[in-house]
């Protein structure tokens, strides 16, 4: 059973391209978190999902960045016409739920870096 | 409003020392508790989770973490740090799995 698979593991982008971030979750896992780790800091939340819903937005920067988790494949993290600052290592975590006892389980994360 | 701090930054011990890790958070509720241990340009892999129940949690790799409510903390603890232990050591807080808050993390460098 593969773990949390994100790609690419590295991405450089110029300011005012688009970035897409993919995240194909454990199997058996229905709900996505994003998480952003800015350098030299914890990791912030983002969004969460389930299949085709999002669930909760509140840490999404209110421009330029959108979320999916569409029925098919994997979930994806949107950044258009991004800026320096969207320089960061973005996560993905999945679970089969979120009560007690689920466990979120994070990949090895995208590096963003922003030139 | 919710948070977590971990007021140590950056901790050097020797291997075979002991460790403690400080933990300590705001929140309305009892909240659930983790680690989360992340080596250089990996993601992070929890070590353990509280939710209720014995207050003194047993992880993986030897942790574990003690949750104190009268002090609002969740300190890790190893009795003896093996130099496979560098990394950056996390503490979480939620109401379940979703939408963690995190501390800004602990850098754990080990000496032989």
């Known amino acids: 059973n593969a773990g949390v698979m994100q790609n690419p593991r590295h991405l450089v982008r110029r300011r005012g391209q688009e970035a897409r971030l993919r995240c194909s979750p454990m199997?058996?896992?229905?709900?996505v978190y994003w998480y952003r780790q800015l350098p030299e800091e914890g990791l912030k939340f983002m969004v969460y999902l389930q299949k085709e819903n999002i669930i909760d937005e509140s840490g999404m920067p209110k421009e330029r960045f959108s979320a999916e988790f569409p029925k098919e494949g994997p979930s994806i993290l949107r950044i258009q016409q991004v800026v320096r600052g969207d320089s960061a290592a973005y996560f993905c975590?999945?679970?089969?739920?979120?009560?007690?006892?689920?466990?979120?389980?994070f990949g090895q994360g995208t590096r963003l870096t922003v030139v | 409003a919710q948070s977590v701090t971990q007021p140590d930054i950056h901790i050097t011990v020797s291997e075979g020392a002991s460790l403690e890790l400080r933990c300590n958070y705001s929140y309305g509720a009892t909240p659930y508790l983790f680690w989360y241990v992340q080596s250089p340009g990996q993601g992070l892999q929890l070590l353990l989770k509280y939710f209720s129940g014995d207050t003194l949690v047993q992880g993986i790799k030897g942790f574990e973490a003690e949750f104190k409510r009268s002090q609002s903390s969740f300190n890790l603890r190893k009795p003896s740090v093996h130099w496979s232990d560098a990394a950056e050591y996390f503490c979480a807080v939620g109401e379940n799995t979703d939408k963690l808050i995190f501390g800004t993390g602990t850098r754990l460098q080990v000496f032989p």
């Open positions: 975590a999945s679970s089969y739920g979120t009560g007690t006892g689920a466990e979120a389980f």
């Open positions: 199997k058996g896992h229905s709900h």
